[in-house]
C-alpha cells in the first residue's frame, strides 16, 4: 500500500540516521506499524471506552464513594449490562 511504502521510506531515513532517539522511535513504530495502519484505515477511536469511563466516573460521584468495591462492581454491571428493568411479562 502507498502508506506502507512512504513508512517505508521513513524508516529507512531514519535508521540510517546517527540520531539514537530517531532510530529508537522507528523501531517502536515498526514493531506496532499493522496496528498503526489498521487504526488509520478503519478510523478506530477510543470513544466508546470514553463514554464507558464517563458513566462510571458519574456513578462514582453520584455515589460519593462505596463500601467495597463489589458494591461498586455490581452498580457498574447494573448501569452499564443492558438490563431490562421491565422483561416482557412483568407489569409496572
Same mark, same amino acid.
Given at each position: ?15 540510517? +540516521?546517527?540520531?539514537?532517539?530517531? =532510530?529508537?522511535? $522507528? #523501531?517502536?513504530?515498526? *514493531? ?21 469511563? +464517563?458513566?462510571?466516573?458519574?456513578? =462514582?460521584?453520584? $455515589? #460519593?464513594?462505596?463500601? *467495597? ?24
Amino acid at each position: 500500500s502507498n502508506m506502507r511504502d512512504q513508512w517505508g521510506m521513513w524508516y529507512d531515513w531514519a535508521i540510517r +540516521s546517527r540520531l539514537e532517539p530517531m =532510530k529508537a522511535a $522507528a #523501531r517502536m513504530v515498526k *514493531n506496532h506499524l499493522g496496528g498503526i495502519i489498521h487504526a488509520a484505515t478503519e478510523r478506530i477511536t477510543n470513544a466508546s471506552a470514553e463514554g464507558l469511563n +464517563s458513566v462510571i466516573q458519574k456513578l =462514582k460521584y453520584v $455515589a #460519593r464513594g462505596f463500601r *467495597n468495591r463489589d458494591r461498586f462492581r455490581a452498580a457498574i454491571y447494573f448501569h452499564l449490562g443492558g438490563l431490562d428493568l421491565y422483561p416482557a411479562g412483568i407489569t409496572r
